[in-house]
């Protein structure tokens, strides 16, 4: 019997999920447009596409995971017509030819956020140390904010200290981390700036120097494979002229 590979099974899913939310091609409308939407982008994206089609006529179906999750299915040009994500997968897209068009819409950036009203008067990344602290972080194998920030814990040489605070609270999504967060489960996060601006009401966010070696943006691409070339065209010129100010409301600016 052929084993199932993990990213043979990602393809098996996800390509599920499309046909069951009425995805398929057989269902499809001539110029809809599929965007693949990663997790972290959900609220600008959701405005992106309401302004688009308003403004168009021409339908959007959207799915949100994570942007790993996305990749066997446009390395097989399977699904999508839009990927909405942030780097290194730009250069995955163009690595695998699938690549058309893109625009740069905002940047993502860690932030170290906090319970409401900050009880426990952190004011650095320093502070996450601290004996007895409650710290999620996000899992460095699934997170590219995940990896800057255990390498900037390893260069400030904390990183076991902050660790025994982290426990097992190491998540693959950000949501989870400002829902811990609202809900008190921990007293303190490092998180994408744009979803700590999604918890705006049940956190605070703690100023700090911007000490990564990174900067990371966000794109929005045009996949080749495309079959509503003209739709394609038509969203890309949308995202040119209104994506980087909707980003920014959202709060995925530097």
Not at 153 to 166: P, R, T, Y
Not at 223 to 244: C, H, M, S, W
Request: proline share 5%; charged share 25%.
């Amino acid at each position: 019997m052929t084993e199932l590979t993990p990213t043979f099974c990602r393809i098996v899913l996800l390509t599920a999920a499309f046909f069951l939310t009425g995805c398929s091609d057989r269902n499809r409308p001539q110029e809809e447009l599929v965007v693949l939407c990663g997790n972290s982008f959900v609220p600008p994206t959701e405005q992106l596409c309401r302004e688009f089609t308003a403004a168009t006529g021409i339908p959007v179906a959207k799915t949100a995971a994570g942007s790993e999750d996305f990749l066997p299915l446009i390395k097989a040009a399977a699904r999508g017509d839009v990927l909405v994500t942030h780097d290194p997968y730009l250069d995955y897209v163009r690595d695998e030819d699938k690549y058309a068009d893109h625009v740069q819409v905002g940047f993502v950036a860690p932030v170290l956020a906090v319970q409401k009203a900050n009880p426990k008067r952190i004011t650095s990344i320093e502070d996450l140390a601290q004996e007895g602290l409650r710290v999620g972080l996000s899992n460095p194998q699934y997170s590219t904010c995940g990896e800057m920030v255990f390498q900037l814990l390893e260069d400030k040489g904390i990183k076991d200290a902050v660790m025994q605070n982290v426990g097992n609270r190491l998540t693959k999504g950000h949501p989870a981390l400002g829902t811990w967060l609202k809900t008190g489960v921990v007293d303190a996060v490092i998180m994408w700036n744009g979803v700590a601006h999604t918890f705006a009401d049940d956190l605070d966010v703690v100023k700090t120097p911007y000490e990564y070696k990174d900067e990371v943006r966000v794109h929005v691409i045009g996949l080749n494979y495309t079959k509503q070339t003209d739709a394609l065209r038509r969203f890309i010129e949308f995202v040119r002229t209104r994506g980087p100010e909707v980003f920014a409301q959202h709060g995925y600016i530097k």
